[in-house]
């Protein structure tokens, strides 16, 4: 995400942070905590797909479309990259568990091939994008749901909360590495998140209006994906 450290400099930032830009005992813990929900969340996904194999096309657009907005490098005013994340709508479809193993195979990806990340930041990378969004995302979208409001507000609500918790965990974990000198990791996070916010709130906003039409045009489709989707058009 930065090429330098400290909060000050963040004329490279991006979304996904950058290979070797993380000290190494925080990579380290970064993956150890990723390590947990990536095992269970293969486990869940054998076991959904175990007791519904057609769930397999569901699945393959879920994670084409987490890749393929994930991939995006937009430039930022600030000079930085920002790009959506995608992974609201297959956490609000499988649950924010599956997202995890997807996550991980899409950051995997774009680090070997697009030079978007990396692999001592992949740990740092899966909790922020493939574990703190899913789960914030499917949240927001279940209580949005349980409070009456109509689906695609639901959905909107957790495509974007998905996104925006995304870039709130990175900025914490870039002022845990790299603390101000003077106002420590709460003035790291504030400057962080600021940088960020600029782009990324937008950016969340457009992310949660695309999902909602995406997810209509699949429930739409009918057949074994637009069934899969149920889920979004307010069935089970």
């Known amino acids: 995400m930065a090429s330098g450290h400290g909060a000050s400099n963040t004329r490279w930032t991006r979304m996904h942070i950058m290979e ?3 000290p190494m005992g925080h990579a380290i813990g970064w993956t150890i905590a990723a390590t947990p929900f990536v095992v269970g969340g293969t486990i869940a996904l054998r076991r959904t797909l175990k007791e519904r194999p057609e769930a397999r096309l569901t699945l393959a657009a879920a994670s084409a479309f987490t890749f393929i907005l994930s991939a995006l490098k937009l430039p930022s005013v600030t000079g930085s990259c920002s790009h959506p994340t995608g992974t609201g709508l297959g956490a609000m479809t499988f649950g924010p568990a599956v997202m995890a193993p997807v ?3 899409v950051l995997l990806f774009q680090g070997l091939l697009l030079a978007h ?5 992949l740990g740092a ?3 922020s994008m493939a574990i703190a969004g899913p789960w914030v995302g499917w949240a927001a979208w279940r209580m949005a749901t349980g409070a009456g409001l109509p689906i695609a507000v639901a959905v909107f609500l957790g495509a974007a909360l998905a996104d925006l918790s995304t870039y709130v965990v990175t900025s914490l974990q870039l002022a845990l590495a790299f603390p101000d000198p003077t106002s420590g990791i709460a003035g790291s996070f504030v400057k962080f998140a600021g940088i960020f916010a600029v782009t990324q709130v937008p950016l969340a906003i457009a992310e949660g209006l695309l999902t909602v039409v995406v997810a209509a045009a699949l429930v739409g489709r009918g057949g074994d994906a637009g069934h899969g989707f149920a889920p979004l058009s307010g069935g089970r």
């Open 20 to 22: 070797g830009f993380l």
């Open 103 to 105: 996550g991980l195979i």
């Open 117 to 121: 990340g990396g692999l001592t930041t």
């Open 125 to 127: 990378n899966v909790f």
